[in-house]
């Protein structure tokens, strides 16, 4: 597609349930990464994709927390047994090959309400 | 966690006139970068300045980089209100043998330009 795309826009959900976002990032980049936005905060990084493999977890706060992306396109953040303190925008990019200095192209976000 | 501190963290202008914006950072950075954000969704990226840089231009934007004081400006000139958006800032830093885009985002400025 034209840009990183990424559903649904707007989720709400009852506290313990298992929710799955997706990110459909621009065709051929290589990389793609997760942040997640608090509200007036800025994001903070979540997990990076080199192709299918995730070769940076660090930011994922705790095992309720996981990615994939079987096939180096699309990717699924999976949360289980959310909790309030998981309302946020779930941010996602990519860029053609994930190094320093190059570009990344974010998605419109996924906002993640808890109730 | 974030990086460090954008100032200031709300700025209200008239139209035409020229707003800053200034970030600081904490750690040894390779780049940063400038983001727009609307309406609390999607980032843009507006620019991007490596660490051997000092000034960069991209229209009516102006970045400045100051390594040695571990700060950045940004600079809009003859503002308009569709510049009114969030502004963040974003280091990548290749610390720990990172080699690829991971960012880390300040706490952003709410940046608003009145008709």
């Known amino acids: 597609g034209a840009g990183v795309s990424q559903t649904p826009s707007n989720k709400v959900t009852e506290k313990g349930k298992y929710v799955e976002l997706r990110c459909d990032p621009i065709s051929g980049h290589t990389a793609l990464y997760w942040y997640r936005q608090s509200l007036g905060q800025g994001p903070e990084f979540l997990i990076y994709f080199q192709g299918t493999g995730a070769a940076d977890d660090s930011g994922l706060p705790n095992d309720r927390f996981f990615a994939v992306r079987p096939e180096g396109s699309v990717s699924t953040l999976k949360i289980q047994r959310t909790e309030r303190g998981d309302s946020a925008v779930y941010l996602c990019?990519?860029?053609?090959?994930?190094?320093?200095?190059?570009?990344?192209?974010f998605g419109q976000g996924t906002r993640l309400t808890v109730v | 966690s974030q990086q460090g501190e954008e100032d200031p963290q709300a700025l209200s202008i008239q139209e035409g006139e020229n707003a800053t914006m200034n970030c600081s950072y904490k750690?040894?950075?390779?780049?940063l970068q400038w983001y727009r954000q609307n309406s609390g969704r999607g980032l843009v990226h507006l620019i991007l300045i490596r660490s051997n840089e000092r000034e960069k231009h991209s229209g009516r934007l102006r970045v400045t980089l100051d390594t040695s004081k571990k700060s950045s400006s940004l600079l809009i000139t003859a503002s308009r209100a569709a510049d009114t958006a969030s502004y963040f800032c974003a280091t990548a830093s290749n610390a720990g043998g990172t080699s690829y885009g991971k960012l880390t985002f300040g706490q952003g400025t709410i940046l608003t330009v009145h008709p």
């Open positions: 990019a990519s860029s053609a090959q994930g190094q320093l200095n190059t570009e990344a192209f």
């Open positions: 750690t040894s950075i390779n780049n």
